[in-house]
T-cell receptor
Framework: GQSLEQPSEVTAVEGAIVQINCTYQTSGFYGLSWYQQHDGGAPTFLSYNALDGLEETGRFSSFLSRSDSYGYLLLQELQMKDSASYFC?????????FGQGTELSVKP | GAVVSQHPSWVICKSGTSVKIECRSLDFQATTMFWYRQFPKQSLMLMATSNEGSKATYEQGVEKDKFLINHASLTLSTLTVTSAHPEDSSFYIC???????????????FGPGTRLTVT
């Protein structure tokens, strides 16, 4: 089967750095994506890792280790507007399978 | 970037009626679209893959006769919730798949979602 596991919630303060982990169990898996979703909104694409290593996009970075079936999203210089749900998603057979999501709360 | 729209953005209907939700790719053609359902505080659950000109492929546990999908053109897919019941109340989100040139992989663009409330 396919499953992606994430912590259900994370709390951090403004200006801090937070890491959201994602572990997965699946076969024929290709690549790991990260999406952000604010309450009532649609998911917005943040980052994609097809290969092992770190991808950096501004304040957000994402890492993938295919041998460990593990990835993470790193958010730096946290801002209040970063409070949202974050989903990792695995690409398989042209479909995206989403993890359960991590609710990030940024406190002043 | 690619834009996907959905209509309506929210809808309230009575139990037993049917509701149609539209998903459009505005500035590109999408041979493949996806329909997701999301309950509050939960993840996006893939319901079905909508293929232009052919039958949709439903995920396990999704009733194809209840959730009718039609992908009649390269820019439009529709989801019809038939004989809706209160437990069908949810956030329905579509996405369109776009191939990344030369990479053999795809990017997905999501619509803004449709919130369905069945009373």
């Amino acid at each position: 089967g396919q499953s992606l596991e994430q912590p259900s919630e994370v709390t951090a303060v403004e200006g801090a750095i937070v890491q959201i982990n994602c572990t997965y169990q699946t076969s024929g898996f290709y690549g790991l994506s990260w999406y952000q979703q604010h309450d009532g909104g649609a998911p917005t694409f943040l980052s994609y890792n097809a290969l092992d290593g770190l991808e950096e996009t501004g304040r957000f970075s994402s890492f993938l280790s295919r041998s460990d079936s593990y990835g993470y999203l790193l958010l730096q210089e946290l801002q209040m507007k970063d409070s949202a749900s974050y989903f990792c998603a695995g690409a398989q057979g042209g479909k995206l399978i989403f993890g359960q999501g991590t609710e990030l709360s940024v406190k002043p | 970037g690619a834009v996907v729209s959905q209509h309506p953005s929210w809808v309230i209907c009575k139990s037993g009626t049917s509701v149609k939700i539209e998903c459009r790719s505005l500035d590109f053609q999408a041979t493949t679209m996806f329909w997701y359902r999301q309950f509050p505080k939960q993840s996006l659950m893939l319901m079905a893959t909508s293929n232009e000109g052919s039958k949709a492929t439903y995920e396990q546990g999704v009733e194809k006769d209840k959730f009718l999908i039609n992908h009649a053109s390269l820019t439009l897919s529709t989801l019809t919730v038939t004989s809706a019941h209160p437990e069908d109340s949810s956030f329905y989100i579509c996405s369109a798949r776009v191939p990344l040139p030369g990479q053999g992989v795809y990017e997905q663009y999501f619509g803004p979602g449709t919130r369905l409330t069945v009373t």
